[in-house]
Nanobody, 125 residues
Framework: QVQLVESGGGLVQAGGSLRLSCAAS????????MAWFRQAPGKEREFVAA????????FYGDSVTGRFTISRDNAKNTVHLQMNSLKPEDTADYYC??????????????????WGQGTQVTVSS
């Protein structure tokens, strides 16, 4: 059973940057495709980015394309989300998730098999 722990969240001013990390314990992350989702208060969970098991393929939600970058280091069992040019509307709890279908990049949260506990990101205007 994979356990995920997110870190790197915090308070940042608009236009700033943050780098989120997702550390996994248990089976190697190379068995899974990985993704980041976010959920703002009172809103549904939103797809942010996904990455294939090898890291070759990535996909981003429309609202973050060009500003966020997902990456992974399978040797270190970690996944990262580099967030640049942050906006107040990026404020949310950010969650790391993994899917056993490692060749596929899913946009729906129901397709993911395990989740971290989340890390909070607040962007002030």
């Amino acid at each position: 059973q994979v356990q995920l722990v997110e870190s790197g969240g915090g308070l940042v001013q608009a236009g700033g940057s943050l780098r989120l990390s997702c550390a996994a314990s248990g089976p190697t992350l190379s068995n899974y495709s990985m993704a980041w989702f976010r959920q703002a208060p009172g809103k549904e969970r939103e797809f942010v980015a996904a990455i294939s098991w090898s890291g070759v393929r990535t996909f981003y939600g429309d609202s973050v394309t060009g500003r966020f970058t997902i990456s992974r280091d399978n040797a270190k069992n970690t996944v990262h989300l580099q967030m640049n040019s942050l906006k107040p509307e990026d404020t949310a709890d950010y969650y790391c998730a993994g899917s056993r279908e490692r060749h596929y990049l899913f946009l729906r949260s129901v397709e993911y098999d395990f989740w971290g506990q989340g890390t909070q990101v607040t962007v002030s205007s």
